[in-house]
């Protein structure tokens, strides 16, 4: 694409064929339709091959998801059950709520992808914006600010020890005077400026803890996953979970016999919970919070709002007034988390605190030959420099990050490497150039995101065999298989 194309490209509002005609796209298509994938042994009447999934969380990286999901249907895949963290709760939370899981659900995500301004997402103070667009786009933005402090420091320093000689010099040399006046009217107006920015970074801070320390309220995000529900006419949380579980007929291919009845549809929205400190799996778990005669008083778009409340980038997310005093509430959380006392008020940050990509939602360790597999899309983000292992040589914010990835990976993690086979099932997207928090994307950016999705989409059906993946799960179930 020339430099002009792109100018005009990133000038106007995107379309849905701005992504489908990308060169890279129609040519994953191209590879796919030569192919004859088979993926799942559970079919519909029109022969669309059903399968679970999962999407990870990984903010503005979601995009790639949607170019994942494109080419999965385009491939004539179907989805039974979804789950998914944060941007993946999003991706996913557009998927359920439309009628008919026999009808591909992308077209769908692509128009709300095209529509969606990714700045309005950032709704906080002014200067909060200014901070956040520098702090994604200026990679060396933190090095700058620490430098003016500094120069600001000294140049405070030496005005200071300038005074200092001037007024010890000033009896024996009266024309210094001429010097001294100025150089105090320079203190006078650096102390002024450094009191304004204690007294304007005191009243920010402030506005911070009084949002519960979220430097954006979310608003806007929460509007738009509504408007998209009540489209669709998801209004309460029942309608949500009847929704997803609306399944068309189905039945077994490639000489399978079983019965398909028990298969139904799910949803899963991931979301961690502060005051009990537990993780929780919505709307399956809503019952929490509500008598089922009170539901309505629950919207379901709060149930993404919350799975993708990340951490002082967005305010918590918080459910209040739970009747606590009903019996069946009160025993519920002690069956869920062993909470003898529930708290009146929860309050919800981002899921990928606790399973940022919960691969095991769907995982029935009963089943000895699985009709459908599990696919999940990984947001692959990590950067040569994560991958340095000699922690001698980390950055303060290098160490800070493996700690925080340590314990927002680990359940996911252990997961994998207790049940190996069900990696055979995952997909990743190579997305390390991007900032998952660069909500100021271009229209190229977002473009180049979505053609890395169907690119590695395309990679994963290439090298996806079904057999396979049968035949891993029944030797892992009979390797685990207590002895009678």
């Known amino acids: 694409m020339s430099k002009n194309a792109k100018e005009n490209l990133n000038k106007r509002s995107l379309t849905v064929s701005d992504f489908l005609n990308n060169p890279r796209v129609t040519a994953c298509l191209a590879k796919i339709k030569k192919s004859d994938l088979t993926v799942s042994d559970v079919v519909d009447n029109d ?19 949607v170019g994942y999901v494109y080419i999965l249907e385009q491939a004539g895949i179907r989805f039974l059950k979804l789950a998914g963290t944060s941007a993946g709760a999003i991706n996913t939370s557009l998927m359920a709520i439309q009628e008919d899981k026999s009808k591909a659900k ?13 700045f309005r997402l950032v709704d906080g ?11 994604v786009k200026e990679p060396d933005f933190i090095k700058r600010v620490r430098k003016l402090l500094k120069q600001f420091a000294v140049a405070m320093a030496i005005l200071l020890l300038l005074a200092f000689f001037l007024l010890g010099l000033q009896h024996k040399f ?9 150089v105090f009217i320079l203190i006078g107006v650096f102390s002024l400026l450094a009191i304004l920015a204690g007294i304007y970074a005191q009243s920010i801070l402030q506005r911070l803890k009084n949002a519960g320390f979220g430097i954006n309220p979310g608003d806007f995000f929460y509007d738009w996953v ?8 998801i209004i309460t ?17 490639n000489g399978r016999t079983e019965n398909t009845d028990d298969l139904k549809g799910d949803v899963v929205f991931i979301a961690s919970e502060l005051v009990t400190q537990n993780k929780f799996e919505l709307p399956g778990m809503a019952g929490l919070f509500r ?21 002082i980038f967005f305010e918590s997310y918080y459910i209040k007034d739970i009747p606590i005093e009903n019996d069946a509430i009160a025993q519920l959380w002690k069956e869920k988390f062993n909470v003898q006392s529930p708290p009146h008020i929860v309050r919800f940050v981002d899921g990928g605190i606790l399973s940022n ?3 095991n939602l769907f995982y029935n360790k009963d089943v000895n030959l699985p009709r459908l597999p599990t696919f999940g899309i990984d947001l692959d983000d990590s950067k040569p420099q994560d991958k340095n292992n000699q922690p001698d040589d980390w950055s303060f914010t290098g160490y800070v990050g493996r700690m925080f990835n340590t314990v927002r990976f680990y359940y996911d993690k252990d997961f994998s490497l207790k049940n190996k086979m069900m990696n055979l099932g995952v997909g990743k997207v190579p997305v390390s150039e991007y900032n998952w928090l660069n909500f100021f994307l271009n229209n190229e950016q977002k473009i180049d995101l979505f053609a890395k999705g169907a690119e590695a989409a395309t990679q994963f059906l290439e090298s996806f065999d079904w057999e396979e993946y049968k035949g891993k799960r029944q030797d892992y179930f009979q390797s685990v298989k207590p002895n009678p």
Do not use: C, W
Request: glycine share 6%; no cysteine.
């Open 47 to 65: 022969g669309h091959q059903y399968v679970n999934l999962v999407q990870k969380g990984g903010g503005v990286l979601g995009v790639a998801l």
């Open 106 to 118: 992308s077209d769908y995500l692509i128009q709300a992808l095209a529509d969606l301004d990714m």
């Open 125 to 135: 103070h002014p200067f909060a914006k200014l901070v956040i667009r520098n702090l």
């Open 174 to 182: 009266p024309q210094l005077s001429f010097i001294t006046t100025p």
């Open 226 to 233: 509504k408007k998209h529900m009540t489209d669709n006419n």
């Open 237 to 253: 949380v029942e309608d949500l979970v009847n929704r997803a579980q609306t399944t068309p007929p189905l039945k077994m291919a």
């Open 291 to 311: 008598t089922n005669d009170a539901m309505h008083e629950l919207q379901p778009a709060g149930f993404v709002r919350a799975s993708m409340s990340i951490p």
């Open 357 to 359: 990509f919960p691969i």
